[in-house]
């Protein structure tokens, strides 16, 4: 046993847990490896501590995950881009594990080191490793193996390039599918690296055993690459090669496919360019939206925006709109909600006379859709509409829907409409707000779920900054003044709460004429809760009203509450008198 | 799976070269044997059976929720000339296992909010891709799906620490961790990131040395994919894509991704909006080998149902049904409970699903959905006594059967430690019935000659009693041979009798 100088101790004690029974301890470790490789020194790194790492593989995936993680910005620590092949073999080893996340991490890892290294050592060490990683007997190697070869290609010799090239098309005929998957994904990547002459070739004839793939899971994959693939080739070719194979995926007889189209649809859209898009991918897009698997309806409807804007809007009307109507009205409410998501978006690309004549009709239905997302996401999105046509050809099915949301049985569809209460209040204007809309905000103060009068007392802070002290002064102070005297204690608490939250947007001035007198009489409360909760908002106040007031009335409230006979409420009271002895020391 | 499955296609319906010759059985080799008057275990009877797909590892699990692994000895030494071997030398050998290795994969557990206790009897086992020369395994009991991995590992021991850890008593880590993982002592300044160290390192530092010196077989359970099933599950049986795999319990079939085990997909569902109004439960589930899109389960009514994924999310219509049309006026208080189908098994190719029923085992083909290609029977003899079957509950025992890896043969489970099987090959009049102990051939009776069989006629045989004696009351219906599986390549059977393991090879 070696013994180590005192000042070592710590990086000592690091050292050594690298090999602690203890997985918290080996993680700490692995983290600060870059200390310890700093403390043992460039050289002793590479000729032991890597070699040590690379005998680690078998430990906890936690662990492995680290490492891979940290070695991938290790090659400082070696001595530079020139001892970069000496963090291959650890990295190499965690590409062969069986936990997905570690193979991932590593192949990064490598990727990373790999576009750093030399030209003449990527040769060397890096493609050597990619081959062996593609021959491997596992197939966790030969899933790694996969993303590598973006990297490996670039700077290699002619010869290699063709035997990569060649290896790379074995991987997309692999026996096991989860290789195929991974040839798949990464097609796109190694693809951009080629040289053009090979990717009409070589790539294409990949793509097309891909694409033909009797595993739904890998042709699924294959959609991205269309995206990936249709932009690096020509357009003509892309029209001759990648632009058959969408249309036959948007047909394909696996479901999980044609939502992968619809998914990516936006990105094939882009890969062709806009004139195929209108010839061959509009009667995709309407068959897509069409679709009798209630999935693909949801991601297809879920682009109706975004697809429109790449059309013109005659177009549009033409061939989407027909569909949108029949989507408003579809039996999936999952379906009606993505389209309700984005439909607003619709309004500005139709400009306002198309808007109101089909669009406002699609509008008003999903506000009363049975299903409060659907609802909820109408009016998330108001601001789109607003823009084109104005509120006011809304506002008379918009309020009923407002007020049965604000009142709807489950509090998360309560929780999620005082969210857009600020952005309604800023479209429809205050006086549409204060007519309609001001009772409910005082409503949720009293909700029977905490999180709603909490979500309720912050949204006042949020309209106070919205409108203006002055306007809050006469539409919210009152109010909220009034509920200090509540009966029921858990409604004065939440006055106070309100009170704290909207203090600072207030002002000092009216702080102290209309909240200060409030919360001193809420200091002689009956219940604790509300006097240790006077005791905290006290201290949230101090730093908004003048050191006079402090001294004349925060702090003998606070005196007096600090000689409470209940526990909490001395506490907080202490707690807040020394935040005001911190502040005068300051 | 790409251009396999085809080497089989052609044995069930073939005729070309005829049938092949009925096989001889015999003895091979058995675990957990009971000696004369040993009372069996509870926990030690199997529940389940699975060879791998190499048909190198067997693995058992049993009512105690253990799990054991057994690996095939007589491959080892010359594995690259193993064809050659058998093809010089075929009746010499079979298929030997020796024992491997256990872990407890269930433990009985409670679920407090339906107070009801969860058993840790394993109910399927189903081996899982290999690899890194790690095995890996699915085991389920009535609730809880395990993901298990087992694998050589390396006993370590660390030498040469900086710290003498005896010098250092009373704790493993002389320095307090605080939360987030730093050393919370004073000389941080060495652990912190800017802090110079010396260029050439700190000499007298070094790293801890490590010697291994052998090595034992861990079995860690990797995932838990628990809390998706209301009811008991009944089957668990992954994808040929390597990724997913189902698990069925009585209304639902559920789709999961092996890294996963957070969330699952329902896929099948035939829970009525009302309990009262259910009339059939899924009984087993099985995924097509081949094809990833199509997956099969039957019900305690005799049906069968093709489901392709690829049609949409919610698989609850079926592409083929496949049932046999009740026979007229023959309908009886027991027809429905002895219709209920107790496990499928697909072919090795995929072409063909088998299924057993309380009286029989049927062989369909899915592109045929108007009747079973053939049907043996299994327990004819049993009919005039269904009566006191229903009374001792036996009318309800889950007998599995299984397919040769070649598709040419089947075979199931009875009573009195019995086990049947039948050539399925067109013209095979072959029909075994042997028990489970170390002669099987005692109780074989010949078959008597059948008439031959089409397509499109359904061919009954078997149809004697066997097994019984001539009073017909043999039948000791407490040893009941439930589980067996069929070796994936060679003719080998192995079958759990309580708890000790048989294995047959032909």
Redesign the interface.
Known sequence: ?????E????????????????I??R??SI??L??IA????????RK??IP?LS?NS?DDDEVLLAMAGELGVFIPFVGGVEHAHVLLPPLESLC???E?CVREKAVDSLCKIGSEMRESDLVDSFVPLVKRLAAGE???ARVSACGLFHVAYQGCTDVLKTELRSIYNQLC?D????VR?AAATNLGKFATTLESSYLNAEIMTMFDDLTKD????VRLLAVEGCAALGKLLEPQDCVARVLPVIVNFSQ?????VRYMVANQLYELCEAVGPDCTKTDLVPAYVRLLQD????VRIAAAGKVTKFCQLLNPELSIQHILPCVKDLSSDSSQHVRSALASVIMGMAPILGKDSTIEHLLPIFLSLLKDEFPDVRLNIISKLDQVNQVIGIDRLSQSLLPAIVELAEDRHWRVRLAIIEYVPLLASQLGIGFFDDKLGALCMQWLQDKVYSIREAGANNLKRLAEEFGSEWAMQHLVPQVLEMVNNPHYLHRMMALRAISLMAPVMGSEITCSKFLPVVVEASKDIVPNIKFNVAKLMQSLIPIVDQSVVDKTIRQCLVDLSEDPDVDVRYFANQALQSINGAAVA | MKGGGDDAASSAAASASGPPPSLEWRFSQVFGERTAGEEVHEVDIISAIEFDKSGDHLATGDRGGRVVLFERTDTKDNVGSRRDAEQMDYSVRHPEFRYKTEFQSHEPEFDYLKSLEIEEKINKIRWCQPANGALFLLSTNDKTIKYWKVQEKKIKKISEMNIDPSKDPGSSSPLPIIANGVHADKPQDYLSKDFPFPPGGIPSLRLPLVTSLETSLVARCRRVYAHAHDYHINSISNSSDGETFISADDLRVNLWNLEVSNQSFNIVDVKPTNMEDLTEVITSAEFHPIHCNMLAYSSSKGSIRLIDMRQSALCDSHTKLFEEPEAPGSRSFFTEIIASISDIKFSKNGRYILSRDYMTLKLWDINMDSGPVASYQVHEHLRPRLCDLYENDSIFDKFECCLSGDGSRVATGSYSNLFRVFGASQGSTEAATLEASKNPMRRQIQAPARSSRSMTSVARRGSESPGSDANGNAHDFTTKLLHMAWHPTENSIACAAANSLYMYYG
């Open positions: 046993m070696a013994m180590v100088d000042p070592l101790y710590p990086i000592a004690v690091l050292i050594d847990e690298l090999k602690n029974d203890d918290q301890l993680l700490n983290r600060r870059s200390t700093r403390a043992l020194g460039e050289e002793r790194t032991e501590l040590f005998e078998d062969t594990v069986e997905t596992w197939f966790a005929q026996d096991m599918p989860m998957r009797e595993q739904d899971s394909d007889k696996s479901w999980r009798n698997e209630a999935e």
